[in-house]
């Protein structure tokens, strides 16, 4: 017998030994486990219900009062129902534990009344928990401390109060199981000599298996033998080819390495250990001068003059992310040339994979980038002047494309069409033009210029000065370039401006008025006062004359109207004369009195009464007096050129005056033709009328507005077409602040 053999066998048999003393091991285990799982489940059940059925016997209220002893009708009932429940169940004795741990009942009279206090299931029962224990023959119970003789598994369970207060005793049983134990021992038995017969024919069968094996591999060894003979031979002819493909390779190599020399860029081959497998010519020269090439045996050595690879933030290694990607990355890093000057290289690598896919290193080729990047530089910053240019722009200034998209925006764009950069690009310059617009004026042929409207998110209409021209793209494609410049504020100085020049010329004009009729009362004020002499001598020597004398009569009434025309003279020169624009107390009543006073010389107006509606107690207010007359005057004039003329109504026109909570009150009011609510809405602009041409200039109601509003009040206008019209003017006792001199001149007297 052969020494493999020999041994197999050994192995064999202590391996079948252990095998069966384990899966025996295993299987009593297993079965004493159930065993166990089953009995305490099944006893658990049955004293569960044992329980349940005797506490109908008046026990239960027997444990609750505390009894010490049951009475002989309650044992007599436990029996019978046991000797009932338990014929063919093998319970061989039953006990009932009192609160306080006393044997109240058991099957086996002798043990009624022991103390069992003490017993560890009568404790664990009493605590709510059941307890059970299985315990063989001649051996100690671990709960009542006494030997067995026989096979037998024990339970404890908690006698529950019906309301609710807890365990009031505890119920055990004491179940048979000789029997069960006794099949359990029977059935290992049969598996015991199954398992071995089993592995007995197993080990037979391996046994036979092994010595045909080994007939087997003897034969093999034999063949192996002839065989490598043959492999020997075969060894010497490959080596002869090997030979002769390695002077393959090395003229491959010196091709590949004089193709490589001819990139006018650093190459090199690098391994996964950063060793450098190849490298060109250029690359050599990366190698200072005197140096042995043999020193510079990695990539970081010869490319970055270093003696451990790239690790900061400004140089990553190009090797590693390739080895974490899989794929070819490109790297900037910042390096100097031989003679000390900084220059910016790109590190375009590679990987190199074996053809089963294992990785075998890189390929890394640098490019001169210092150039590129100082023009890249320049670029940027350019741009980033342009920009910066763009944004102090006072203009918007926008990029379209060929449908006027908008692509860029000046800080001034986003301002005035009140958008964010994000909001605006992307969107069509024609959504910022009024819907009746819409942009046409991007439709006029490049460049053009012209005024227009906008109206952007907020719904704002203004006015703008637009212009739009061609913008010249590399690629060809046509886009425009807009330029927009609020011109609100520019219209509003026009407007202003214009305003102005209507009363300085009004001025003027009012000037050269003031110069006429000074003069002209000059020269009426000398037969005015010749006329008085004479009436004055004629009524002296008409004394005698009866008062009712014709003659009489005509003396007086012509004294009467040079008295009147005295008057009317006093009061034309009194509003022609300059007056003080310096604030000063006025008597507003006194004001209102004159104004409405002068009016009624008008013969336009004679058909118009005024009927005066003035506080007594209205206090004096502080302004300027020819400014507020006029307010008033032209405010009149509004509400006589709004009454029919040819139709005397005393009462047409009524002016009323008042004291407020915080200043004074002045009310005209009409019933003449009155206005519509668009006509209100646009009364109070410069240059607007509804009169004809000729007639009105537009700057009556617009400089009352502004006139009230300088002095601190407001101008509120009420009216009804057909009905008439409310002009409310509120002023306040005094003036906040100054109001210059000169600031508001006077206007024409004829309003709108």
Not at 156 to 162: A, G, H, K, T
Request: proline fraction near 4%; aromatic fraction near 6%; charge should be negative.
């Amino acid at each position: 017998m052969t020494q493999p053999l020999r041994l197999f066998l050994l192995i064999s048999i202590v391996s079948v030994t252990l095998t069966v003393a384990s899966l025996l091991y295993l299987h009593v285990r297993l079965t004493e486990g159930y065993i166990d799982i089953h009995l305490d489940s099944h006893n658990k059940n049955l004293a569960v219900v044992l329980r349940n059925s005797i506490l109908k016997t008046g026990l239960e209220q027997e444990l609750l009062d505390g009894s010490h002893v049951l009475t002989s009708t309650t044992l007599t009932s436990i029996r019978t129902k046991l000797e009932r429940e338990l014929r063919w169940i093998p319970v061989i004795k039953v006990k009932i534990y009192s609160r306080d741990g006393r044997v109240l009942f058991s099957t086996k009279s002798d043990e009624i009344g022991e103390d069992a206090s003490d017993n560890k299931g009568y404790l664990s029962a009493m605590d709510g928990i059941p307890a059970s224990g299985k315990v063989d023959p001649d051996d100690l119970n671990e709960f009542d401390k006494v030997v067995e003789i026989q096979n037998l598994h024990q339970q404890y369970v908690p006698i529950l109060s019906i309301n609710g207060d807890g365990p009031i005793g505890v119920f055990e049983t004491y179940l048979d199981i000789h029997e069960i134990i006794k099949n359990v021992e029977a059935m290992q038995q049969t598996m015991f000599w199954m398992m071995g017969s089993l592995l007995a024919a197993i080990y037979l069968a391996i046994t036979a298996t092994f010595l045909r094996t080994h007939g087997l591999l003897r034969n093999e060894t034999r063949l192996r033998e002839m065989h490598l003979n043959e492999l020997r031979g075969m060894q010497a002819n490959l080596e002869k080819r090997v030979e002769e493909r390695t002077a393959e390779l090395d003229h491959a190599k010196s091709f590949l390495q004089s193709v490589i020399d001819g990139i006018a860029n650093p190459l090199f081959v690098i391994r996964p250990d950063f060793t450098v497998a190849l490298m060109n010519q250029k690359a050599r020269s990366l190698i200072r001068p005197g140096l042995d090439e043999r020193d510079y045996r990695y990539c970081y050595q010869v490319s970055h003059n270093l003696q451990t690879p790239c690790s900061q933030p400004e140089h990553p290694c190009p090797f590693m992310e390739v080895r974490q990607k899989g794929t070819a990355v490109s790297v900037k890093h910042r390096h100097q040339d031989q003679e000390g000057n900084e220059v910016i290289l790109e590190l375009l690598t590679t990987p190199l994979y074996s053809v089963d896919g294992q990785f075998e290193g890189v390929i890394e080729v640098q490019h001169d980038v210092t150039e590129l990047v100082e023009i890249q530089n320049e670029l940027i910053g350019s741009q980033a002047r342009l920009q910066a240019t763009m944004d102090n722009v006072p203009d918007a200034i926008l990029t379209c494309d060929n449908d006027f998209v908008i692509l860029s925006a000046n800080q001034s764009a986003l301002g005035l069409l009140n958008q964010t950069e994000s909001q605006l690009v992307g969107r069509r310059l024609g959504d910022f033009f009024p819907d009746d617009d819409n942009g046409s004026v991007l439709a006029l042929e490049s460049p053009a210029h012209q005024q227009t409207v906008l109206k952007p998110v907020s719904d704002m209409e203004f006015p703008v000065d637009l212009w739009k021209g061609p913008l010249e793209n590399t690629g060809g494609d046509s886009s425009y370039i807009v330029v927009i410049r609020d011109i609100t504020e520019q219209i509003k100085a026009q407007r202003d401006l214009e305003n102005t020049r209507q009363q300085n010329f009004h001025q003027e004009k009012m000037a050269a008025i003031g110069e006429l009729a000074a003069g002209i009362l000059h020269e009426v004020g000398n037969p005015i006062a010749a006329i008085a002499g004479a009436t004055a001598e004629v009524k002296s020597a008409t004394r005698d004359i009866s008062e009712n004398d014709y003659v009489t009569q005509n003396i007086e009434l012509i004294d009467e109207q040079i008295t009147r025309l005295g008057k009317i003279t006093r009061e034309i020169a009194d509003f022609t004369s300059p007056k003080p624009r310096e604030r000063e107390m006025l008597d507003l009543n006194e004001l209102l009195k004159s104004t409405a006073r002068l009016l009624t010389y008008d013969r336009r107006f004679g058909s118009v009464g005024v009927r005066l509606q003035l506080d007594k107690n209205l206090p004096a207010i502080v302004g300027v007096a020819d400014q507020l007359t006029q307010v008033f005057m032209n405010l009149l004039i509004n509400a006589m050129h709004a009454c029919a003329p040819d139709e005397t109504n005393n009462d047409a026109i009524i002016l009323t005056s008042e004291t407020g909570s915080d200043g004074v009150h002045v009310c005209v009011q009409d019933f003449g033709s009155g206005m519509s609510t668009e006509t209100i809405e646009h009364v109070r602009e410069t240059f607007y009328t509804t009169k004809p041409v000729g007639e009105g200039t537009g700057l009556g109601l617009s400089l009352c507005d502004t006139i009230v509003s300088a002095h601190g009040g407001e101008l509120r206008i009420e009216s009804e077409e057909g009905k008439g019209t409310r002009v409310h003017v509120f002023l306040p006792l005094d003036l906040a602040g100054e109001v210059p001199p000169g600031d508001k001149p006077n206007e024409n007297r004829r309003a709108m």
